[in-house]
């Protein structure tokens, strides 16, 4: 079990498999994608989870875009290992702030790592999400 840094076009089949199977593969791009920390959880040489942070120098914020593990591999606690080792490294950049998109159906996972919902919601193609935010003092 491994997590390194990948290119953003590694992240893309599992983003499209996971997240929008029902949309064109180039949904799951994002127009920022080559600016972004990119980070792949291995198990046994195969890929199996995926993250993006994006990090802001001028307001020292970050948002983490795009999670995503496959379906078999959920669960396992891969996916936490993941995001726990993203938020170590937005916060090595110096954010004081880190953001996300949540899907409403799994807040639960991203209170685990001390994020807190906010009053933003919205509704994307049928599905509900809040702005979750973790504030670094």
Known sequence: MTILRIAPEQTWKIRHRVMWPDQPFDYVKITNDNEGLHLGYFVDGKLISVISGFFNEETKEAQFRKFATLQEFQSKGYGSQLLSHLIVEL??????????????NATALYERFGMHKTNQTFTKLGIDYVVMEKLIW
């Open 91 to 104: 916060t090595s950049f110096g954010a004081t702030r880190i953001w996300c998109n949540a899907r409403v």
